[in-house]
């Protein structure tokens, strides 16, 4: 139980990490320069609590 408990801790944290990571890419690109605005922001952060949320949920799934 502790293993899956770490497991999706790290696994919770490489997606969020995976997806800032990219954004901040992106967001150096002319062609997406749309990422650069306040709406763009706050849709990330939305999307942020949505996959901690299902990534914690997800978790304690698994550890029943």
Sequence with gaps: MLSILIGGM???AL???FLWGGF???RQWPM???LNS???N???LQLTLL???IGVVGTIYLMA
């Design 10 to 12: 790290i696994v919770t």
């Design 32 to 34: 997406f320069d749309a």
């Design 15 to 17: 997606v969020l990490a």
């Design 51 to 53: 996959v901690y949320f």
């Design 24 to 26: 901040w890419v992106l």
């Design 42 to 44: 706050r849709r990330m």
């Design 38 to 40: 306040r709406d763009a």
